[in-house]
């Protein structure tokens, strides 16, 4: 099971961290990703991270912008979002791969959180 949070309404310019927990057969060696879906579009991968932490991947939308990370102790999975634009409204969705090594294909994750809204206005 995995829980999002930390979404929110801020200006553009601002940033956000979001979060999500997950529980211990979710977090196994799992890689995590996060997905965003806005409205009217479909779901598109955002970044994700391997299990040891060692590999990220970022959509070129983001890059520069935003750093995943993950806490494997605290079985926790976190996206610093700097220099948030409108164009990055979207639900935000956690999202857990059934094996350890990065994949960015929606279809091979297994385990996905109830998403965390992000509004950023002009």
């Known amino acids: 099971q995995l829980e999002d949070s930390g979404g929110g309404l801020v200006q553009a310019g601002a940033s956000l961290r979001l979060s999500c927990a997950a529980s211990?057969?979710?977090?196994?060696?799992?890689?995590m990703g996060w997905f965003r879906q806005a409205p009217g579009k479909e779901r598109e991968f955002v970044s994700a991270?391997?299990?040891?932490?060692?590999?990220?991947s970022y959509a070129d939308s983001v890059k520069g912008r935003f750093t995943i990370s993950r806490d494997n102790g605290k079985m926790a999975v976190y996206l610093q979002m700097n220099s948030l634009s409108p164009e990055d409204t979207a639900v935000y969705y956690c999202?857990?791969?059934?094996?350890?090594?990065?994949?960015?294909?929606?279809?091979?994750?297994?385990?996905w959180g109830q998403g965390t809204q992000v509004t950023v206005s002009s």
């Open positions: 999202a857990a791969a059934p094996w350890a090594t990065i994949t960015t294909t929606a279809k091979d994750y297994s385990d």
């Open positions: 991270i391997s299990w040891s932490g060692g590999s990220t």
């Open positions: 211990g057969r979710t977090f196994g060696r799992n890689c």
